[in-house]
């Protein structure tokens, strides 16, 4: 009788999300048949893949045959919900996107786009790996982040209080305290 209940899987997305530019090759990346069946073989079974602007469009799958349930889309007005919902977020490089994802303590990979002038962003995605609150990689990389990830080892992210600078800078400038 309670077969049923072995044969239903929890649902575990992977979000991508690529924000608003155009990062094919992470959309690239993600869509090869040996990182789906990566995911696959970590329990994972839905990936949802955020575009953006680029003009690689990644296959579409209904997992009928047991693989991955996989979807896309361009934008949306929001990516809370995707992010609240996400079991492992996969992003771009940008700080919005790390934040918000590192502040709903959702496991995260940044892949860092390579072709982009002046990459500080990836400085920021470096710092944060080392300080081991997330993973960080390059789309040619990302596979064996992937295959090679303990979420265990990442730690919980705490924003700092700015609150003690706000206090120091209103002084400096003349302002009464509160």
């Known amino acids: 009788m309670g077969d049923t209940d072995d044969c239903i899987k929890t649902e575990r997305t992977v979000f991508v999300t690529v924000g608003t530019t155009c990062f094919d090759a992470l ?3 993600v869509d090869t048949q040996g ?7 970590r329990g994972y079974t839905h990936l949802l893949i955020q575009m953006g602007r680029g003009s690689y469009i ?12 996989v979807d896309f889309f ?15 977020v996969i992003s771009h490089a940008g700080s919005g ?7 709903l303590r959702k496991p995260l990979i940044v892949v860092v786009n ?3 002038m002046d990459n500080h962003q990836s400085e920021l995605a470096e710092e944060l790996a080392e300080r081991k609150h ?8 990302l ?10 080892s990442l730690l919980p992210y705490h924003p700092g209080d700015a609150a003690p600078v706000a206090k120091l800078i209103n002084r400096f400038l003349g302002f009464p305290d509160d």
């Open 35 to 41: 990182f789906k069946s990566e995911l696959s073989a």
């Open 143 to 152: 596979y064996q982040t992937i295959a090679t990830m303990n979420l265990e």
């Open 97 to 103: 996107s790390i934040f918000e994802t590192l502040r």
């Open 27 to 29: 959309v690239k990346a």
């Open 114 to 116: 390579e072709d982009l």
């Open 134 to 141: 997330l993973f960080c990689a390059r789309p040619q990389t």
């Open 74 to 88: 361009t934008f949306s007005s929001s990516i809370a919900d995707n992010l609240r919902s996400a079991s492992l």
């Open 58 to 69: 990644p296959t579409k799958s209904t997992g009928e045959d047991g693989s991955l349930v």
